[in-house]
Nanobody, 127 residues
């Protein structure tokens, strides 16, 4: 399985970006998919996840209400719509896929739950 993240860039505070994560080699239909981010000098942190079986989503408190995760099974792609961006959202964003059959949302908040990772796409928000 290969994950290809794209859509990052430089945006002013208050702006929007949509990240995409395209998968090849296996369908994402029943996969738990997650987005994480990592700023320089900081640990990788959870941003959002979607369960494969129910499409239930969960967000980190810092992005809830501003970010929306969605999945297009026909395109085998997961999206992260990011609105009202803040300078503190600046980081490299990574998508990941979990193919365990019964992962719950609390598990999907942990990087260790994921089998495959994309290469990351940089998001920079200027003040």
């Amino acid at each position: 399985v290969q994950l290809q993240a794209s859509g990052g860039g430089l945006v002013q505070a208050g702006g929007s970006l949509r990240l995409s994560c395209g998968a090849s080699g296996r369908t994402v239909r029943n996969a738990g998919m997650g987005w994480f981010r990592q700023a320089p000098g900081k640990e990788r942190e959870f941003v959002a996840a979607i369960r494969g079986s129910t499409t239930t989503t969960h967000y980190a408190g810092s992005v809830k209400g501003r970010f929306t995760l969605s999945k297009d099974n026909a395109k085998n792609t997961v999206y992260l719509q990011m609105n009202r961006l803040k300078p503190e959202d600046t980081a490299a964003y990574y998508c990941a896929a979990d193919y365990a059959p019964y992962s719950i949302l609390s598990q999907l908040m942990q990087p260790s739950a994921y089998d495959y990772w994309g290469q990351g796409t940089q998001v920079t928000v200027s003040s």
